[in-house]
Each structure stands twice: as C-alpha cells, then as structure tokens.
C-alpha cells in the first residue's frame, strides 16, 4: 500500500517566495511578507487585525498581556488540551482554573466553566478542540454576563467555522498555531486575530519590544518582547494559506466519509460534528474507543494492531493538565473532570494528513479494524475448540510477526 500524505505539504510556490525573501535582504520580522501575510490571514477570517507571533505559545501569552491579566487572576482552560493553553496562562503570572470537557466533543464544557467562576476569574480560554468550535452559542453569553475576557485557542481549527462566522474573530482575540503539526505550518509560529483596535495594538507592541506602532524605534513605552515571526516564515504561510480552503474540504470529506464507514464498528465512537461548525478543520480525527466493543482488545493493543496495518494513529494527551507538575494544585486550580480522565483513557487519534488520502485509500482504515475483529474471532474460536489448536493457519498467522514494537 502506497505511504499516507505526508505532512508538511509544499511545492516551488514556497520556494519561490523563501528566494523572494532572502533576495529582498529584509529578512527579519519587519519584512513586507510580513505584512503581506498578516493581512491575508485577517482577510481569510474576516477579522480587522491579525498581529503574527513566534508561535502559539507566546501568541496566548501575548493575549493575556494585551488583557492586562496577570498574578491573582484566574484563567479557566479546559482539563484536556495540549500543555501550552495552561502554561501561557501561568507564564502570564496567572492561575489555571482546569474544568471538565463535553464527553461527545472533548471541548470545554460550558457548564463546567460557568460553575467554576469565582471573584478572581478574568478570562475563559475554549480550545477549540480537533478543529471543532466550542459551543459559542453558550459560552458567549456567559463570559458576556460575567464580564470576562474571551481567548479562543484556535492551535487546532484554521479556516473552522460557527454559524459561518470564522473561529478566532468570536471572542476578544483568537490565537494560533503554525508548528509543525498544524494544519498550517512555517515549522514554528503563531497569530493572533482581534477585531479590536486597542487590543490589537497592544499585541503588536508585545511581540515589537514595547514600542508604539506609531512610535520611534529606540522608544518603549511598554513592556514587550521581541517575539516576531521572520519573513521565512511569512512566505511559507502565504503559500500554506492558499492551501487551507481545498484541504479543509478534503478532510471534512475525508471526516463524513469515516463516520459513515466506522459506525458499523459498536467499540469506535468518532466526536461528535456539531451542525453548527460549518467548517471543521479536523486537525484530529478522533474515535472514542470501546473494548466491549472491539471484543475486550485493550486501546492500545487495539492501537498496536492498527499500527501493524499500517494506520499510525496517537493515545493522545496521556493525563488531563491538573495532573502535570507543572501545573498541579496550588500552582492551578482545579475541579472534578471525569470526562477528562476519560478522554486520556479512551481516545484514539488520526492525524489531519491521513484525511487528505483519497477513498480508496481512506477504506484501508476500516478494512483494518474489521481484520482485527475477524482475527480476534478466529482466535477466540480457536480457543474455545482445542482440536484446532495448533493448526497450520494458526503458525502461519499472517499478522503476527508484524506487530510494531
Ligand atoms: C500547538 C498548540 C498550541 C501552541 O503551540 P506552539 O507549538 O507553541 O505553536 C496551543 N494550544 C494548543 C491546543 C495546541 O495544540
């Protein structure tokens, strides 16, 4: 079988414009690509700013500042997302409050978040997870009535949408990520998208060294960093953001079409799609696992034989956040999350560029758990009828030297 997509996907356009960068001497993160890129990706979202960052990290760091909030504030993140939606929150000098996900979309559970607002609370950070938007229909009314600030982690969901409008210009800013993983990518790199003329301004003078937009180079009137993207990475992402739309259309057909197939298997539960996320990036697609379902094969067993069939997949996040050391009470504060812990348990997901195969290809996923299963039968039945113990079709089991370590 021919190898899965591969990712990073590039051609000669990004070629063409990294030699249009280093012939133009302007290297650095004053470069017009710059400029060129920001406005780009604010037109794609329809948002009036768009300030880019080093990566995704500092771009929420970054958001935080621009919030002004700081030491004695409290952040609420969801207890099942990657590292850095928590960790900016504290190198902002702020708490992690972690509450529990939506067992049916791993996102943020608006409940959750409304039951865990305290005197301290300044913000909310929903991670819109695997590309799907969290539900804004709930939770902006409630940061709304609560007066809190909204920072959607968009890390997983460029060119997701909620009732047609782009996630990332929902909340107060939106930030995002152009690592190596994501379905965009200049190997490092972040956004920040705001609708917001001052916020706007004081993000852009956090990653420019403090100074004013306006001001002289050698002022700072604020404390700031330097935190810029190069013109490298600009011209990749330039390139990377034609490619957004016709690769977000493949994955969601690529996502239906894996629905369709894999709900004839009872023990793989994909994430719900909500109708309202018009757009979903589908950076992971992801299953629910069940061993009562896929007759009693562990997760990671079940994992082992799909990896032997030449589907790579991930446990994913191996502990909700509360648990890390790094950000365990009292260094963050947190509430019951059993869905979290569930997640770790039972997820199971398939990278973003395995979506961007064809069907034929895409029909090796199913064909594999439904051998497994018939693999699993033969043996069970194997086990039950001792004359058949030992057979020649047992020694020559096809599967079995193939296992991956
Ligand atoms: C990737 C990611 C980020 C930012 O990561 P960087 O590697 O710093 O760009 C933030 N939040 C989530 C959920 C992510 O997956």
Known sequence: MAGWPTWPQWDERELDGLRRVLESGNWGGYSETLGEFERAFAARHGAAHCVSAMNGT??????????????????????????????????????PVFVDIDPDTYNLDVAAAAAAIGERTRAIVPVHFAGLPVDLDLLLPLAAKHDLVVIEDAAHAHGSSWRGRPVGTLGDIGSFS?????????????????????????????????????????????????????????????????????????????????????????????LAWDERADNHAHHLFVLRYDADGLDGLSRDD?????????????????????????????????????????????????????????????AAIPEAVADILTDRRRLALRAESPREAGSPRQASSPRQGGVAA
């Open 302 to 362: 079940f994992r082992r034989e799909l990896e032997a069939r030449g589907i790579p997949s991930s446990a994913g996040y191996g502990m909700p956040l509360y648990r890390q050391q790094s950000l365990k009470p009292p260094l963050g504060r947190a509430t019951p999350c059993p869905a979290a812990e569930r997640a770790c348990k039972e997820a199971i997901w398939l990278s973003h560029n395995l979506l961007l195969a064809d069907e034929a290809q895409l």
């Open 178 to 270: 152009f690592q190596a993983n994501k379905n965009m990518t200049a190997g490092e790199g972040g956004a920040l998208l705001t609708n917001d003329d001052a916020l706007a301004e004081r993000l852009w003078s956090y990653v420019n060294q403090g100074r004013d937009s306006d001001g002289s180079w050698y002022e700072h009137p604020h404390l700031g960093s330097n935190l810029r993207l190069t013109g490298w990475q600009a011209a990749v992402l330039q390139v990377q953001l034609e490619r957004l739309d016709p690769q977000l259309e493949r994955r969601m057909a690529a996502a239906r079409y894996l629905r369709e197939e894999l709900a004839q298997f009872a023990g793989l539960r994909p």
């Open 58 to 95: 500092v771009s929420l760091v970054a958001a935080f500042a621009a919030c002004e909030i700081g030491p004695g504030d409290e952040v609420i993140v969801p207890a099942y997302t990657f590292f850095a939606t928590a960790s900016a929150v504290r190198l902002a000098g702020a708490t």
